[in-house]
């Protein structure tokens, strides 16, 4: 990284101090995804108590996807730290930006998956009011992720601890009100991530038609 810590140390100093958590939490906001294929196939209903462990999981790890929001918790004391004088703006921001995209990329696709499926098996009227159960799901787990400290799997391998942690979080007077600002942030999130990965999608299949269509004239 000799040249590019000349060019750019703060995004060098950036990368060195945050590049744990950041790859963990991309890690941990991806895992859905791989659920939501794995589980989400087919187009019927499965009995199978697997697929049913699988769904448990899915839903327990997808508020890891757009979880990822809160991370600008720690985007004061990057800027803070950036003392090299290289630029804030150009080198710590873009770092933030690509980590919460992915996550929302993740949550739109892992979340896309399983609206499909409901599509498959006959529920497709149910796809909106599943997309709304999904961001308040997202949003209680975001909650008790970020002010409970509360992991994906605590709920499979300590229930009991688990469940008072959240009772005792969930009653917290300022509890309502966090919940509904994360849903609204996760809303507005996944809405522009849904819009610009489709147009994307769109824009990148428009041009592969033209392309063929130009070789073969």
């Not at 970020?146 to 601890?161: F, G, K, Q, T």
């Not at 600002?181 to 610009?196: G, N």
């Given at each position: 990284m000799g040249v590019l810590e000349q060019v750019a140390p703060n995004l060098v100093d950036v990368l060195h101090r945050d590049f744990w958590w950041m790859g963990w939490n991309t890690f941990l906001a991806w895992i859905p995804v791989g659920l939501a294929y794995l589980v989400f196939r087919g187009d019927r209903l499965s009995r199978s108590p697997f697929w049913w462990a699988g769904l448990v999981l899915f839903v327990l790890f997808l508020p890891n996807a757009p979880y990822v929001v809160t991370d600008l918790v720690h985007l004061r004391g990057d800027i803070i730290l950036a003392d090299r004088g290289g630029p804030v703006v150009t080198a710590i921001l873009p770092v933030y930006a690509v980590l919460i995209g992915s996550g929302f990329l993740a949550y739109y696709l892992a979340l896309s998956a399983a609206l499909r499926h409901l599509t498959r098996i006959g529920y497709g009227a149910w796809q909106f009011p599943a997309t709304i159960a999904a961001h308040a799901l997202c949003a209680i787990g975001i909650f008790l992720?970020?002010?409970?400290?509360?992991?994906?799997?605590?709920?499979?391998?300590?229930?009991?601890?688990?469940?008072?942690?959240?009772?005792?979080?969930?009653?917290?007077?300022?509890?309502?009100?966090?919940?509904?600002?994360?849903?609204?942030?996760?809303?507005?999130?996944?809405?522009?991530?849904?819009?610009?990965?489709?147009?994307?999608?769109?824009?990148?299949?428009?041009?592969?038609?033209?392309?063929?269509?130009?070789?073969?004239?």
């Open positions: 992720g970020r002010w409970a400290r509360l992991n994906s799997w605590e709920p499979v391998v300590e229930p009991h601890a688990t469940l008072e942690r959240i009772v005792v979080h969930l009653t917290w007077a300022w509890a309502p009100v966090l919940i509904l600002a994360t849903f609204l942030v996760t809303w507005t999130c996944h809405f522009m991530a849904k819009a610009i990965a489709e147009a994307s999608f769109k824009a990148t299949l428009n041009s592969a038609r033209h392309l063929r269509t130009t070789l073969n004239v």
